[in-house]
T-cell receptor, first 116, second 113 residues
Framework: ETGVTQTPRHLVMGMTNKKSLKCEQHLGHNAMYWYKQSAKKPLELMFVYNFKEQTENNSVPSRFSPECPNSSHLFLHLHTLQPEDSALYLC???????????????FGDGTRLSIL | SQQGEEDPQALSIQEGENATMNCSYKTSINNLQWYRQNSGRGLVHLILIRSNEREKHSGRLRVTLDTSKKSSSLLITASRAADTASYFCATVPANQAGTALIFGKGTTLSVSS
């Protein structure tokens, strides 16, 4: 396994629901990332955290709210989503951002989100 | 904006054959990485090549980088059915604020036995 665990693996929700995606890494990394993967589109970076501090928000709508309580856990809180938000949401981690350009990222298997 | 673009979009070969995938990018880079994604799974890092390197090997994988042409290729030799997956290149642009890996849309490789 990759050492990055995402739950749930699948989630179906209505547009008015509130739900959360969870990511946990067991690699001792300090940087964590949320990506969105839609069909026929490149992977899109959403948020980056380094040592629990958010360092990047890639113009993500406020209906997505990230939380990083510690270096091992990352959440993505969802509310009032739109049908176009249906996608695979991937979490990744790397050692930290000091050597970020030359570090590989380790990905979880994602949460397949469907908005009704 | 999209930095890397893989070619071809899809590739079908027989087991034992070699598979070559190409990646082109637009701006100067710090390094280029290749990832594999099996259906329904996350991405797995395969290999990283720095901008001052020209070729790198890892098992059956061979990656080349031509910074003058802003392109890279991934060669998988003696392919196996288990190599069936999508392959993505990701670049780290030089002199860019932030840490974003910029991914292409990927090449879907099908290896039939």
């Amino acid at each position: 396994e990759t050492g990055v665990t995402q739950t749930p693996r699948h989630l179906v929700m209505g547009m008015t629901n509130k739900k959360s995606l969870k990511c946990e890494q067991h690699l001792g990394h300090n940087a964590m990332y949320w990506y969105k993967q839609s069909a026929k589109k490149p992977l899109e970076l959403m948020f980056v955290y380094n040592f629990k501090e958010q360092t990047e928000n890639n113009s993500v709508p406020s209906r997505f709210s990230p939380e990083c309580p510690n270096s091992s856990h990352l959440f993505l809180h969802l509310h009032t989503l739109q049908p176009e938000d249906s996608a695979l949401y991937l979490c990744a981690s790397s050692q930290d951002l000091s050597g970020a350009p030359n570090q590989p990222q380790h990905f979880g298997d994602g949460t397949r989100l469907s908005i009704l | 904006s999209q930095q890397g673009e893989e070619d071809p979009q899809a590739l079908s070969i027989q087991e034992g054959e070699n598979a070559t995938m190409n990646c082109s990018y637009k701006t100067s880079i710090n390094n280029l990485q290749w990832y594999r994604q099996n259906s329904g799974r996350g991405l797995v890092h395969l290999i990283l090549i720095r901008s001052n390197e020209r070729e790198k090997h890892s098992g059956r994988l061979r990656v080349t980088l031509d910074t003058s042409k802003k392109s890279s290729s991934l060669l998988i030799t003696a392919s196996r059915a288990a190599d069936t997956a999508s392959y993505f290149c990701a670049t780290v642009p030089a002199n860019q604020a932030g840490t974003a890996l910029i991914f292409g849309k990927g090449t879907t490789l099908s290896v039939s036995s």
